[in-house]
């Protein structure tokens, strides 16, 4: 699946977006909701364009001001996967994932980062490189639905990929901790 980041960069920078009130944001999807950080930017409109057989559009979030993260996140059906569930999954199935996901990735050299928790829901992230530059993807899936994030640092002209550093990823990984599945 490759990653529609210029359209997410197109819409964090030219469609209406709902901006930070003091304290935060929460990013709301009908899936599970998020918090971020002071400032930043949400774009839920047009969703139903970036939407496809099996790929559901969640909605892009990303730092205002153009310089920093910005993230597609998507839900994403694999008929293959239909009995997989992370959340409950042994560390035998989470390693089975977690080569899964690097051999759906070998193209792009990706880099195992491991699995953070978000509460009791486990994240695989990975770092990979495409034609654009460096990325993080993360993703938990239960029944054969992922939830999947494709997160990207951008210079302030808002299309420059920047570097996925340590300090990056670790903002990301702040962010997921805040991720509640819907009740």
């Known amino acids: 699946m490759k990653k529609l980041l210029a359209t997410a960069l197109a819409l964090l920078l030219t469609l209406s977006i709902v901006s930070a009130m003091a304290g935060g944001l929460t990013f709301t999807t009908k899936y599970f909701t998020m918090e971020l950080p002071e ?3 949400i774009d839920t409109s047009d969703l139903e364009s970036e939407s496809e057989e099996n790929l559901e559009a969640l909605g892009f979030f990303g ?3 153009g310089k920093g993260l910005v993230a597609e996140a998507y839900l994403v059906y694999y008929e293959d996967l239909k ?3 992370l959340w409950d999954a042994d560390e035998d199935m989470l390693k ?3 080569e899964l996901i690097l051999e759906d990735f070998e193209d792009e050299n990706p880099e195992y980062l491991g699995f953070e928790k978000a509460g009791s829901v486990p994240f695989i992230l990975v770092k990979a490189a495409d034609e654009d530059g460096e990325y993080l993807y993360a993703d938990t899936i239960t029944n054969g ?3 999947v994030f494709y997160v990207s640092a951008v210079d302030a002209d808002g299309e420059t990929i920047l570097p996925m550093t340590d300090a ?3 903002q990301f990984k702040t962010i997921l901790s805040t991720f509640k599945p819907a009740a």
Do not use: L, P, T
Request: glycine share 6%; no cysteine; net charge negative.
């Open 39 to 41: 400032g930043w930017d």
């Open 63 to 65: 730092q205002a001001e």
């Open 83 to 85: 009995d997989m569930k």
């Open 96 to 98: 089975e994932y977690a």
């Open 145 to 147: 639905y992922a939830v």
């Open 168 to 170: 990056y990823i670790e």
